[in-house]
């Protein structure tokens, strides 16, 4: 962010204005952004913009080591509250790793993963079977490991 004008997608800034806690994020977000680029030896990058992007500030950023990865910043909001633990949970299986995290301000560090295609771009009967495959696969999994015939 160093020299670089603070861009926000139209969504999220639509969003933040339908509250003043979000508000009061969105007015902090500038110091928030440079406190994490000087903490995490980052660069950031222009923030991704679309219909996706309406509940966290989200940029591909650069770690001091040349690291691609991701910095997401979420707003106040209901549906957010646990995903730093859930992320640390699931330890990038089947999701991105969690690299570094600040839960006071709903901060992360994301490993970036590409393509990056979203799963709802994909036709319903695709994901379906994507998310079958995958329950299915641990399902297996885990009867293999308590000891279960599948």
């Not at 670089?4 to 928030?32: F, Q, S």
């Not at 646990?82 to 992360?108: K, Q, S, Y």
Request: charged content about 25%; glycine content about 8%.
């Amino acid at each position: 962010m160093k020299g670089m004008a603070l861009r926000i997608p139209r969504g999220l800034a639509a969003n933040c204005h339908k509250a003043p806690e979000r508000a009061a994020w969105l007015d902090r977000l500038p110091d928030v952004l440079r406190d994490l680029e000087r903490r995490w030896s980052l660069t950031l990058d222009t923030p991704l913009d679309g219909e996706e992007v309406n509940c966290s500030y989200v940029a591909a950023v650069v770690r001091a080591d040349g690291t691609p990865a991701v910095l997401k910043i979420g707003m106040p909001h209901m549906e957010g509250e646990h995903e730093i633990h859930g992320l640390r949970f699931w330890d990038g299986n089947p999701t991105v790793r969690l690299l570094m995290a600040d839960e006071d301000l709903g901060a992360m560090l994301l490993e970036r993963c590409e393509p990056g295609t979203v799963l709802r771009a994909l036709p319903e009967c695709e994901q379906d079977v994507v998310v079958h495959v995958y329950v299915y696969r641990e399902y297996i999994l885990l009867c293999q490991m308590v000891g279960l015939a599948v």
